[in-house]
């Protein structure tokens, strides 16, 4: 019930393009302290933040001569007022462009930050913003997940590097997946535990447990939310340890009835030996080496790679004796 619930929500959302999903300071600074070495004489590009009050900005702001920025840049949709999720009916929108401490105080003082006016409304597909974007080395924000694959063709499309957070059912969107498997995007670090976003509050939640009330703030909880990169970092060089064998326990991997692989329930199953397709549970993502495994594919009702086909239709790729198992990441170990 609680999932049906979650998933009705985040529909609504969804249609009305409320997207207003405020990140918190400490799932900032938890997933960016992995990338330090990369920012470093870099400019970086928040395009989906209001400046006044995100805290993708407080971070980068307050930590620019740590992290050694050359500029931050940082834009979002034409707002009324400078509070936190304002009716965007103002004739213009702004953009923020920060440089460093300049009097030496250890503060982004407000004479230290360059407001300047857009003349369009501050979307991220609006000609003034792929300006900025071109500009940019490193792209890091909490992009409106409604709007999710067209936001990452566009960082595609212009070769830039980023760190962004989306649901992990995106995952599963063709557009996305096939990037994964091209080695063209793989899962940041900080991708376990519950991540709460401020929301409007006139924004519904229908579950109690997806709620809460800090400091007269409203928080919502969007179930799996992951962070998404194409920098490198040092988990996705690390060997997943596998102890388990195919050899002598076959009937605990039983194969797909409409896909050619076995299936494995738990990512620490994953046999040593076997050297043909497996299906594994998604959140091998999470802990995966390109070194050691190949992805092939995604499946559920059909294949992530390209969606229903008339091959596909209706027959469910992770069926084993007629019962569905949940989505599966098709791999193979190069190593053997």
């Given at each position: ?16 393009k ?7 300071l ?13 920012f470093?004489?870099k400019?970086v590009?928040?395009n ?8 993708f900005?407080?971070?980068?702001s307050?930590n ?6 050359k500029?931050?840049?940082?834009t ?9 999720f304002?009716?965007?009916?103002s004739e213009k ?8 401490d300049?009097?030496k ?7 230290e ?8 409304d ?8 792929i300006?900025?974007?071109?500009q940019?080395?490193i792209?890091?924000?909490?992009p ?7 936001y990452?063709?566009q960082?595609?499309?212009?070769n830039k ?12 969107y ?7 498997k ?6 940041g ?23 809460k ?11 799996s939310?992951?962070w998404?990169?194409?920098l490198d970092i040092?988990?996705?060089?690390e060997?997943?340890?596998l102890?388990?064998?195919?050899k ?7 194969k ?9 329930d738990k ?8 050297k043909g397709?497996m299906g594994?549970p998604v959140?091998?993502?999470?802990k995966?080496?390109?070194e050691?495994f190949?992805i ?6 059909y294949?992530m790679?390209t969606?229903p086909t ?9 069926k ?8 599966r990441?098709?791999?193979?170990n190069?190593?053997?």
């Amino acid at each position: 019930m609680e999932k049906k619930s979650l998933n009705k929500s985040l529909r609504k959302a969804n249609q009305s393009k409320n997207d207003d999903f405020y990140t918190q300071l400490t799932d900032i600074e938890k997933e960016l302290k992995h990338y330090k070495k990369h920012f470093r004489n870099k400019v970086v590009f928040c395009n989906c933040d209001d400046p006044r009050v995100s805290n993708f900005f407080h971070y980068f702001s307050y930590n620019f001569e740590q992290l050694g920025l050359k500029k931050l840049i940082t834009t979002c949709y034409k707002n009324k007022q400078m509070d936190l999720f304002s009716e965007n009916k103002s004739e213009k929108a702004i953009y923020l462009e920060y440089t460093g401490d300049k009097n030496k105080n250890n503060i982004p003082d407000s004479k230290e930050i360059g407001i300047k006016h857009l003349k369009s409304d501050g979307d991220f597909r609006s000609k003034e913003c792929i300006e900025l974007l071109n500009q940019s080395d490193i792209v890091v924000t909490n992009p409106p997940f409604s709007l999710f694959r067209e936001y990452v063709a566009q960082l595609i499309k212009h070769n830039k590097k980023f760190i962004i957070l989306a649901q992990q059912n995106a995952i599963s969107y063709k557009e996305i997946f096939k990037l994964i498997k091209e080695n063209k995007l793989w899962l940041g670090v900080d991708n376990n535990g519950t991540k709460w976003f401020q929301v409007p509050h006139n924004y519904e939640i229908a579950t109690d447990s997806r709620k809460k009330i800090e400091n007269g703030k409203k928080f919502f909880s969007m179930g799996s939310v992951v962070w998404f990169t194409n920098l490198d970092i040092e988990k996705r060089h690390e060997d997943l340890i596998l102890y388990k064998t195919y050899k002598g326990h076959e009937k605990d991997y039983p194969k797909y009835d409409h896909y050619e692989a076995i299936n494995v329930d738990k990512v620490m199953d994953i046999p040593m030996d076997y050297k043909g397709a497996m299906g594994v549970p998604v959140t091998f993502l999470d802990k995966h080496n390109p070194e050691q495994f190949e992805i092939l594919d995604g499946i559920g009702r059909y294949s992530m790679l390209t969606g229903p086909t008339n091959e596909t239709r209706g027959t469910y790729l992770t069926k084993i004796n007629g019962s569905p198992k949940f989505a599966r990441i098709i791999i193979k170990n190069k190593r053997i």
